[in-house]
């Protein structure tokens, strides 16, 4: 079954902290993981795209990586900062019966305190 | 440049009331989605469209229908409304998803059934 499991279910760290999120996925075959943030009452907003061919992956104070053997992607955040408190999703596609779906995980909720 | 637009924001439905949630998109993508996310999980297709003209079922269809007549506008139709169709409505757009390209979301529609 196309699984995506992401952990912790929700983190709350101080203000300037660095934390990892992680996603583990089940999806074969793979071809992509993307990490989206949404910020609450807001739809998702893509953060990154991790490929087969990625380990690593900055986007500012975000970094995402990629292990394909171990089918674990994670989302590391820098000297965090208020506006980072929201939920960051991973999301994989499949294709399957002649069709193509993505997977998300249920999120993990980030919460940035002073 | 507007996104994807999704009206209303908010909505209380009584058991057994219908109701259109409207989704317009301004990038002429091809792709267009309606998904709902409930507290806990992670988002679910309800239906999608390749194209104007073009529809097909998600993970959870039932007891919802859209029609596509033009690129721009994807409309979900909710008909008879139960308390399970709870739940935070995101319509959503892409290019070429099949290579990874990223959703563009809406802001969603909250809507409640009592």
């Known amino acids: 079954k196309n699984q995506v499991e992401q952990s912790p279910q929700s983190l709350i760290i101080l203000e300037g902290k660095n934390c990892t999120l992680q996603c583990n996925y089940t999806v074969s075959p793979f071809s992509n993981l993307r990490w989206y943030k949404q910020d609450t009452g807001r739809g998702p907003v893509s953060l990154t795209i991790m490929t087969f061919s990625e380990n690593t992956k900055s986007n500012g104070r975000y970094t995402a990586t990629l292990d394909a053997d171990t089918k674990q992607s994670s989302l590391h955040i820098t000297a965090s900062q208020l506006s980072d408190s929201a939920s960051y999703i991973c999301?994989?596609?499949?294709?399957?019966?002649?069709?193509?779906?993505?997977?998300f995980g249920k999120g993990t909720k980030l919460s940035v305190i002073p | 440049n507007a996104g994807v637009t999704q009206t209303p924001k908010f909505r209380i439905l009584k058991i057994g009331q219908s109701m259109t949630l409207q989704c317009t998109q301004d990038?002429?993508?091809?792709?267009m989605y309606w998904y709902r996310q409930d507290p806990g999980m992670g988002l679910k297709l309800i239906y999608y469209?390749?194209?104007?003209?073009?529809?097909d079922k998600g993970e959870v269809p039932n007891g919802y229908n859209v029609s596509r007549s033009t690129t721009e506008d994807f409309p979900l139709r909710l008909e008879l409304a139960a308390p399970s169709q709870t739940s935070v409505y995101f319509c959503?757009?892409?290019?070429?998803?099949?290579?990874?390209?990223?959703?563009?979301f809406g802001s969603g529609t909250q809507l409640s059934v009592l």
């Open positions: 990038m002429n993508h091809n792709y």
């Open positions: 999301v994989t596609p499949y294709s399957g019966a002649g069709s193509y779906q993505l997977t």
């Open positions: 469209s390749v194209g104007a003209g073009i529809t």
């Open positions: 959503a757009s892409s290019n070429m998803p099949r290579v990874g390209e990223k959703l563009f």
